[in-house]
């Protein structure tokens, strides 16, 4: 297992390779942005076709048994594996030029997040977990990942990339009260505000409506580098939904309180 994790891990390097070099000769380019939803605005470019048609064929080509799900395209087989591609996470940041967007890829086994990647093409970062591993790659330096050792939600960094992609009213106003706890609140990091939690410059990323290949990646990641991700259910992620990652179980907690909307006042002096 170990060894073909390896392999694993070596082929996700070269897939997000060939991602970075489709994403980057797109970005800041003059590309048409087709709308996928009739009453919302979810963008997809040429890029993040043509990034997820590439990485099909290479997984296909080398895993053939392998199943994949991917935001643009899927194709499932009956397979103990399946890989999970987000080609572009952050299409709306990378049609407005900012460079905090990502190729999210992922490896399951048995429903069991096995291995997790996030490329981050313009600040040439990239992340990794798998194993017990959790480390980030920059400018081809290898360094461990290790979160934040913070234990008080008053001293807390919160980021979401928009209370405006919360998936209803009621969790968008959840997020409000849980801002109002923490120190400072940042918005707009798509897939980076993961990567900077499990670097230690982040407390709390708290999102909903999330899908499978927009979260599946970052567990390995956070989850080796000490933290915590999970629903906000107290729930595996595999699925995607509503999404809590902490630096560590005492703030995952007082999270999953102020996020409840009963949000007992009885609660509030166990909180820091």
Known sequence: MVKDLKKFVNFSNILADEARLISLKYFKRKIRVKNKKKNDFDPVTVADIKIQKKLNRLIL????????IGEEETHIKNSAYEWCIDPIDGTKSFIQGMPLWGTLISLSKKGNIILGLADIPVLDERYIGYGKKSYKIINGKKTKLKIRNNKKISDSILNTTSPYLFANKNDQSSFERLSKR??????????????L???????????????????????????????????WDNKKILNGGRIIACSNKKIFNICRIILDKKNPSKNKSKMG
């Open 61 to 68: 080509k080398y895993f053939p048994d392998h199943s994949i």
């Open 182 to 195: 923490v120190k400072l609140t940042r918005l707009g990091g798509d897939c980076y505000s993961y990567c």
């Open 197 to 231: 939690l499990a670097d230690g410059h982040v407390d709390i990323v708290v999102e909903s409506g999330l899908n499978p290949w927009d979260i599946r990646a970052l567990e390995p990641i956070i989850i080796n580098a000490g933290g915590i991700l999970k629903t």
